[in-house]
Structures are given as structure tokens and as C-alpha cells.
């Protein structure tokens, strides 16, 4: 499905988006989630996963903050996605800075995840390659990852999204590149944990591939428009959710070279 057509359909659908991620994140997501055109839900209780989550067009899981109790809700909502055939979207931010995180990426992982989104160090380490990787800032390029992502593509079936100045997205056999944004982008925090809960509306209406792709294109064009009127990045964050609001379907096509 065109990306153009992607956001045609998200916005008439307005898809529900579960968002379980982490506390610097929720109220940036939920805005750029409900600027874009879909309905965000920051539900994380275990107890009410099970009822909640196969209600949804997306499950979307972020590790930014995890703890035992939220480890235990995203397992849940993964293997509920699964079981009801709803798609989901695994964020494993900083993964690699301690043992408890890393497991819970790994055991989030091995349930397939529809989409799989990270900065390169990010992905770099689930591949189980030596990144530079600084907390949840990336120390690696986007083309040193390139590898890395094509073949957790191909292992867990997933598509698998690097973002960076130029983001990278496969399958494991098709893959493109999105270009466009601004620098501004990484000194406003929690934008890319917010490009993740957009990419679950994305998956709720159309094809993983095609919604990795819409999704990528969507954030380089508001985020190219929006650097036009900045000063910095506290005026940024207020252009950036207009850009996502005012963004026209036809717009999407052009930050994508396959």
C-alpha cells in the first residue's frame, strides 16, 4: 500500500493505539499519536492487558523505563497480540546497559514482533554485533546497521526499522532508505519512543512494511517542516505536532528512496 494511501486510511479509521511505554515518553507519544490522526491508550496494568489489547489496532511496546511489573505487562501484551493476530511494535531502548533490560528485549524478541524499531546501536546488539551505543543515544551509523537488520528481518519475520539521519527499513528482502528531518529532531526527548506508538497506527492500518515506511516518511516531513519555523528545540516540539497535523498524504512519497 502507498504510503500516500496509508495515511488516508489512518486518518479516516483512526485507529486505537495501546502504547505501553515509558514515563519521559507518554505524553509526547499520545500527542503525536492523536496529532498524525489515530487514538493512543498508555494502559500497562498485567490485569487489564488481556481484555484491553485485542480491542486495539496496535500494540506498541517501549522498554525505556521497565521494570519487573512492566516487563511482566509487555510479555502479556505481546503474547495477546499474537494470539489475537494484532499487529505489534517493539521498541528495546538501551537494551544492552544492564542484564535485566537486555532479557526482557531478548524474551520480547523471541515473540516476533510485527515491527522492530531502534536507533543502530540498538539494533547492532540484538544482532548480537559490538556497538558504541551511550544509554539510549546511539554512538553508530545507520549503514553500519544495515546488516545487523536484515537479518533479525530474516530470523524473526519481523520488519525492522534503524533510525537515525537517514532511517533504514527492511524486511529482510526489500529495504529503503528515508530521508529528510532535522537536527533538531534528537535534542527533543522521547520523539523517537513517540515515531514508535505512530508506527503501531500505522501498523493497525495497512501492511508492516508499508506502515514502517508511511510512518519514517511522516516524522521526516513534519520534522523538515517544523525546523523551518523553530528557533530551537522547546519551539520545535510545538511545530513538529502542527507539521504531523497539517501533513498531506501526497507529501509522504517524496522522503522515500527504494
Known sequence: ????????TLRAQN??????????????????VLAA??????????EEIAEFSPICGAVTINIGTVSAPWAASMLTAARTANDKKVPWVLDPVAHFISGFRKGVAQDLLALRPTILRGNASEIMALAGEAGAGKGVDSGDSVGAAESAARSIAEAYCAVVVVTGPVDFVTDGARAAKITGGSEIMPMVTALGCAQT???G?????????DAALATTAHFKVAGTKAAQQANGPG???????????????DELSGAIQE
Open 197 to 199: 506508538a505512530l508506527m
Open 235 to 249: 519551539s520545535f516540539q510545538v511545530h513538529f505536532l502542527d507539521a504531523l497535523s497539517a501533513t498531506q498524504p
Open 15 to 32: 485507529p486505537l493505539v495501546h502504547c505501553i511505554t515509558n514515563y519521559v515518553a507518554m505524553n509526547t507519544a499520545a500527542n503525536v
Open 201 to 209: 497506527a500505522y501498523a493497525a492500518s495497512g501492511p508492516a512494511f
Open 1 to 8: 500500500m502507498a504510503p500516500q494511501d496509508l495515511l488516508t
Open 37 to 46: 490522526g489515530a487514538s493512543p491508550a498508555m494502559v500497562h496494568a498485567k
